[in-house]
């Protein structure tokens, strides 16, 4: 069966009492990383566990409809994500190793000093200069459309593989307390209280998006690969604007969770969030300093 035979949704196979998952043709995303995607979401879920072998590729061929070429490069993209060692003759295999824990952090704000986890992170600045505000960064900063605005691009490292990357506009009269250098060292919003800004609130947003060419490049992962992607604005106590940030995190080794519980209202019952110290993916509690050096906001504390 050819790739262009691929529908969209889920079936089960009466006799084998099995789901099978289908791709989307018309998407974005290569149809050998809608494998890849599924694969990994069936590893990290537990339906597939360490040790345990992976469909091969006539396997695959056959759930997906594909073509052996686009079932191998799924299956290699699962190698080059270290989640399964490959063998001639012997097939696939989850390996027993389990890859390096994400960072968690809590949605109501916790996102924590990565540095106090003893994990090796680095920021590295890719980009750093002034640029003319367009309208969407105008209005986000409070400024007038073609202010000049300091513009920074940033990876950041986590266990020698980049997790999150960063562009972050600050008006120029801040900016100009400090230089790239500086940047490449101290987390941005030290920066911002070292120049006198006296840092106070946020609001954030978060959502999902695709790596386009230059972010998959930065982040070692495929174009068109989902990503975390966070927007903040950050006020000081005058609630003037003094940094908009765009973060965009890999999924694989960063995500958010929530607490709740349920509380009884005027209303009815109803579910409110709380806040929670986060953990590591597996269990472990730890501090963590995100890509934002914010301190405490209402239902927690944030870094960047």
Not at 91 to 100: E, F, L, N, S
Not at 187 to 210: F, M, N, Y
Request: glycine share 10%.
């Amino acid at each position: 069966m050819g790739d262009s035979s691929l529908k969209t949704g889920e079936k089960t196979d009466g006799d084998a009492g099995r789901r099978y998952s289908r791709l989307d043709p018309e998407a974005r995303v290569p149809l050998y990383h809608q494998i890849f995607i599924i694969l990994r979401n069936r590893i990290y879920g537990g339906e597939i566990t360490p040790g345990d072998l992976v469909p091969g590729e006539q396997e695959l061929c056959h759930e997906f409809g594909v073509s052996r070429i686009t079932a191998k490069r799924a299956l290699n993209e699962l190698a080059d994500a270290g989640l399964v060692v490959r063998e001639r003759g012997r097939g696939t295999r989850v390996i027993k190793r389990p890859p390096a824990p994400a960072v968690t952090a809590s949605i109501e704000g916790w996102l924590e000093n990565i540095s106090l986890m003893g994990l090796a992170t680095e920021a590295r600045v890719l980009d750093f200069g002034y640029v003319p505000a367009n309208e969407d960064i105008a209005t986000a900063l409070g400024v007038e459309q073609g202010a000049q605005v300091q513009r920074a691009v940033r990876v950041r490292i986590l266990d020698d593989e980049p997790m999150s990357f960063l562009v972050t506009y600050v008006p120029a009269d801040i900016g100009r307390h400090y230089d790239r250098d500086d940047l490449n060292t101290t987390p941005l919003l030290h920066l911002l209280e070292r120049a006198g800004v006296d840092v106070a609130s946020a609001r954030q947003t978060i959502s999902a998006t695709i790596a386009d060419g230059e972010v998959a490049a930065a982040l070692s992962v495929h174009a068109g690969a989902p990503l975390i992607e966070v927007r903040r604005v950050v006020r000081d106590g005058a609630e003037r604007p003094v940094e908009y940030i765009r973060v965009l995190y890999r999924p694989d080794l960063y995500r958010f969770e929530m607490s709740m519980r349920r509380v009884q209202e005027e209303e009815g019952m109803r579910w409110t969030t709380q806040g929670a110290a986060p953990s590591a993916a597996g269990g472990r509690s730890r501090k963590a300093q995100d890509d934002s050096d914010l301190q405490p906001l209402a239902g927690g504390g944030l870094h960047d």
